[in-house]
């Protein structure tokens, strides 16, 4: 099966897709006083997983749901990374070390004073688990 990539987020497999001819006419016009011929944009890859791991989204008009294939999330930590919170402080001078999730924390309020207060999660949160950015505490090696 021959799949289609363009310039856009997507890829089509139907060659004439009007969303696909669309969004090239678009790009054409895009700061030009003249246009390219519709195709010309266009590359073609084997499969939809190549598609994908280019980075390219399914065309919701043209392929069937069942020929739907997402880019992978490997090696994305959206900001999930383990750090030291005591590195560069006189506790990490010493050699205490205390890992903590880059993004993650956890805020308290004290109304009667106005103030608020974050503290951090400790590595690995929740999100390094759902991401498998670390294994899961529930499954054992073997």
């Not at 799949?3 to 030009?32: A, Q, S």
Request: glycine residues 10%; contains cysteine.
């Amino acid at each position: 099966m021959t799949v289609h990539v363009t310039h856009g987020r997507k890829y089509h497999i139907d060659n004439e897709c009007p969303l696909m001819n669309t969004g090239e006419d678009l790009w054409d016009f895009d700061g030009d006083a003249w246009g390219h011929t519709s195709g010309a944009y266009r590359r073609r890859v084997a499969t939809v997983t190549d598609a994908a791991y280019l980075g390219k989204l399914p065309c919701l008009h043209c392929v069937p749901v069942g020929y739907r294939v997402f880019p992978p999330l490997y090696g994305q930590t959206f900001g999930h990374e383990p750090v030291d919170e005591y590195d560069g402080t006189p506790e990490g001078d010493k050699g205490v070390t205390h890992m903590v999730c880059a993004r993650c924390m956890t805020w308290n309020r004290w109304k009667d004073v106005s103030l608020w207060a974050g503290s951090r999660v400790t590595w690995p949160c929740t999100s390094a688990v759902v991401l498998e950015l670390v294994p899961r505490p529930d499954t054992k090696e073997k």
